[in-house]
């Protein structure tokens, strides 16, 4: 779970802190926060420096715009995902391991990350697969080449186009969370739905593009 939590006090530390790159970072937390709670239409530079605990000339030598900062929170979503999802799972070759429990270990990440992170998740989504080169984020490029290598592993079914599949899949853990946000009033109902969208896309997986009898121990949990 990614909280959020005693982040503005982490950030008022800035104020204290002569090192660019801290001050820099500080500024991003705040951004983070601001845009997790607020969405992009709540961010402002002069609501990030104050929570920041730094003043907007600081903020605006650091950051031009309210887009430049959208911009890091999406390399900084990116960078995060890439690290949760596959730090431990690329191959010396620097293609993301496919094996089993990778499968279930990368729709965990995401269903968590998505339904904690709503607003964060929707922001990279649509800034990524908006932008006029989507293969230039460093997570997704990363989860069309794990998708590319299962689907042209002896594992999965053939003929599976991956940059279509990628896209519908990440669509799907982002835009879930609108739906959890209206219906969830408390953390045990997130947790729920959180539950409910890793079965739903293991489900898919293993009834559409994997071949489910390579994957016992995958068809189990869904009967559970």
Do not use: C
Request: proline share 4%; glycine share 8%; net charge negative.
């Amino acid at each position: 779970m990614i909280s959020w939590e005693g982040a503005s006090i982490t950030a008022t530390s800035g104020r204290r802190r002569r090192n660019p790159a801290a001050t820099r970072e500080a500024i991003l937390n705040a951004a983070r926060v601001v845009l997790a709670s607020d969405g992009p239409d709540g961010l402002s530079l002069s609501k990030v420096a104050h929570l920041a605990g730094v003043n907007r000339g600081t903020a605006y030598q650091h950051f031009e715009t309210r887009e430049d900062l959208i911009k890091a929170t999406v390399e900084w979503v990116s960078q995060h995902l890439s690290q949760t999802v596959f730090g431990e799972a690329i191959t010396d070759g620097g293609v993301p391991d496919s094996g089993r429990r990778h499968v279930y270990q990368v729709i965990s990440v995401l269903a968590e990350f998505a339904v904690e992170n709503p607003e964060l998740g929707r922001i990279w989504l649509f800034e990524v697969l908006s932008s006029d080169s989507p293969e230039d984020d460093l997570f997704f490029k990363q989860f069309v080449q794990s998708t590319e290598a299962l689907a042209e592993s002896e594992f999965s079914e053939p003929g599976i186009d991956a940059e279509v599949l990628s896209v519908i899949l990440l669509a799907g853990y982002f835009l879930w969370p609108v739906w959890v946000g209206a219906r969830a009033r408390s953390d045990k109902q997130r947790q729920g739905m959180s539950l409910r969208m890793r079965r739903e896309m293991l489900r898919l997986s293993l009834h559409g593009t994997l071949r489910a009898e390579a994957f016992p121990e995958l068809q189990a949990l869904l009967e559970k």
